[in-house]
């Protein structure tokens, strides 16, 4: 298992910075669940407006985030119990937009549908939803139902499309819609139901994961009194205004040349599930630096923005290698892997077979060999025996300890 990853002080920048400041002392949440989640809730609640545009993409607010930690101890639900009341302060129709239970792609629209005429009153007029789910683990065993559309309609939701089925004769539709997603899993439970699937279709790299735990105990609770609050509620009451006006959000120069030297190593792929966890890397680093730059009142994202965006990305980023390691998620490759770590000299092609006890296909050993080679895991030599046979020995590639 990697390490549990390092918090960058820079992410604490602006309202939301001082937001967990002002709670941290008093809790027992982990300061990333209150900053996450914080981030996420008011750029669901800015809705429609300020955007960044890139080709012929516009970038939102609306962010998702899952909270990985134990069960009873990781805080994420006291955690969010901070950021509800927060954004209920200052925006107190936000807080009836809040829902729960992700279960069906067609009941995620239903929230946001458009009228189905001009006699339909029922249709909601307020287009923002923030999906607070306590019991992700549940939404993971939906995905796997046959016929399920809910990966589709989150993804849909995340992009900013249009969101609609076609499997329903009179089918629903929804325009406009600004969705968030606040989730909250233990590690065990996201290892075992998310399914490869979801981390190749693009459902989960639409999530920042963010990895939570107790930060101090606290046998008596805290001692947070809502006046400590007032300038910060005030601050996200004039950024919602300002965020709320239809707008472009672009860098300013200094920022945009920093973009440019970072653009290329956010874009890399990585190998393995955690490279699949975080491939929409660039994507999510620009809409957090957009929300940084909107909770300033800014219509630049700033220098300052994007470093408090990239260091939250870091963190997500080794989050998600903390939960996955270097799993590449193909089980014969894995244990392959597994067994290389530990034979620094190599192995040769004998030694791969005896791994398996010879149960496993040539063909099979020579997939997986491929595999751990195209990852950069194993490299392969060729080396000469005294009596001058050529025996083939596969390197294992390890990353270096200091």
């Given at each position: 298992?990697?390490?549990?990853?390092?918090?960058?002080?820079?992410a604490?920048?602006?309202?939301?910075?001082?937001?967990?400041l002002?709670?941290?002392?008093?809790?027992?949440?982990?300061?990333?669940?209150?900053?996450?989640?914080?981030?996420?809730?008011?750029?669901?609640?800015c809705?429609r407006?300020a955007?960044?545009?890139?080709?012929?993409?516009?970038h939102?607010?609306?962010?998702?985030?899952v909270?990985?930690?134990?069960?009873?101890?990781g805080?994420?639900?006291?955690?969010?119990?901070h950021?509800?009341r927060?954004?209920a302060?200052?925006d107190?129709?936000?807080?009836?937009?809040?829902?729960?239970?992700?279960?069906s792609g067609?009941?995620?629209?239903?929230?946001?549908?458009?009228?189905?005429?001009?006699?339909?009153?029922?249709?909601?007029?307020?287009?923002?939803?923030?999906?607070?789910?306590?019991?992700?683990?549940?939404?993971?065993?939906?995905?796997?139902?046959?016929?399920?559309?809910?990966?589709?309609?989150?993804?849909?939701?995340w992009?900013?499309?249009?969101?609609?089925?076609?499997?329903?004769?009179?089918?629903?539709?929804a325009?406009?819609?600004?969705?968030?997603?606040?989730?909250?899993?233990?590690?065990?439970?996201?290892?075992?139901?998310?399914?490869?699937?979801?981390?190749?279709n693009?459902?989960?790299?639409?999530?920042?994961?963010?990895?939570?735990k107790?930060?101090?105990?606290?046998?008596?609770?805290?001692?947070?009194?809502?006046?400590?609050?007032t300038?910060?509620?005030?601050?996200?009451?004039?950024?919602?205004?300002?965020?709320?006006?239809?707008?472009?959000?672009?860098f300013?120069d200094?920022?945009?040349?920093?973009?440019?030297?970072?653009?290329?190593q956010?874009?890399?792929?990585?190998?393995?599930?955690?490279?699949?966890?975080?491939?929409?890397?660039?994507?999510?680093?620009?809409?957090?630096?957009?929300i940084?730059?909107?909770?300033?009142?800014?219509?630049?994202?700033?220098?300052?923005?994007?470093?408090?965006?990239?260091?939250?990305?870091?963190?997500?980023?080794?989050?998600?290698?903390?939960?996955?390691?270097?799993?590449l998620?193909?089980?014969?490759?894995?244990?392959?892997?597994?067994?290389?770590?530990?034979?620094?000299?190599g192995?040769?092609?004998?030694?791969?077979?005896?791994?398996?006890?010879?149960n496993k296909?040539?063909?099979?050993?020579?997939?997986?060999?491929?595999?751990?080679?195209?990852?950069?895991?194993?490299?392969?030599?060729?080396?000469?025996?005294?009596?001058?046979?050529?025996?083939?020995?596969?390197?294992?590639?390890?990353?270096?300890?200091?």
């Amino acid at each position: 298992m990697s390490a549990w990853p390092t918090i960058d002080e820079a992410a604490f920048h602006g309202p939301a910075g001082e937001f967990v400041l002002r709670t941290e002392p008093h809790s027992e949440a982990h300061p990333m669940a209150l900053l996450a989640q914080f981030l996420v809730a008011f750029g669901c609640a800015c809705g429609r407006g300020a955007h960044y545009q890139v080709e012929a993409d516009r970038h939102y607010t609306n962010q998702f985030v899952v909270l990985v930690g134990p069960t009873a101890t990781g805080r994420k639900g006291s955690s969010w119990g901070h950021v509800r009341r927060l954004l209920a302060d200052a925006d107190s129709a936000f807080a009836r937009c809040l829902v729960g239970g992700l279960s069906s792609g067609e009941g995620l629209i239903a929230q946001v549908r458009d009228p189905a005429d001009e006699h339909d009153g029922q249709a909601p007029s307020d287009k923002r939803r923030l999906v607070v789910e306590p019991e992700f683990a549940q939404t993971l065993k939906v995905l796997a139902r046959e016929g399920n559309t809910l990966s589709a309609i989150v993804r849909q939701a995340w992009d900013g499309e249009p969101l609609q089925t076609i499997v329903r004769n009179d089918p629903l539709r929804a325009t406009g819609a600004s969705i968030g997603i606040v989730a909250h899993i233990t590690r065990d439970e996201l290892l075992r139901y998310l399914t490869a699937t979801e981390l190749a279709n693009g459902f989960a790299n639409r999530f920042l994961l963010i990895a939570v735990k107790r930060s101090k105990l606290l046998p008596f609770g805290g001692a947070l009194d809502g006046d400590r609050f007032t300038e910060v509620r005030d601050a996200i009451r004039l950024a919602l205004r300002f965020a709320q006006q239809h707008r472009p959000i672009t860098f300013d120069d200094d920022a945009r040349e920093r973009w440019i030297d970072t653009y290329e190593q956010l874009s890399t792929a990585r190998p393995g599930l955690a490279g699949a966890a975080t491939a929409r890397a660039e994507a999510h680093t620009v809409r957090l630096a957009l929300i940084y730059a909107l909770l300033d009142l800014s219509e630049r994202i700033r220098s300052e923005h994007l470093d408090a965006a990239l260091a939250l990305w870091r963190y997500s980023a080794a989050s998600a290698r903390w939960i996955f390691g270097d799993a590449l998620g193909d089980p014969t490759a894995d244990e392959l892997w597994s067994a290389a770590k530990e034979r620094p000299a190599g192995l040769t092609r004998t030694e791969v077979s005896e791994l398996f006890s010879r149960n496993k296909k040539r063909r099979e050993i020579e997939r997986a060999l491929s595999v751990l080679e195209d990852a950069g895991r194993l490299r392969r030599e060729t080396r000469h025996a005294d009596r001058g046979r050529a025996a083939e020995v596969w390197i294992p590639v390890l990353a270096p300890t200091a």
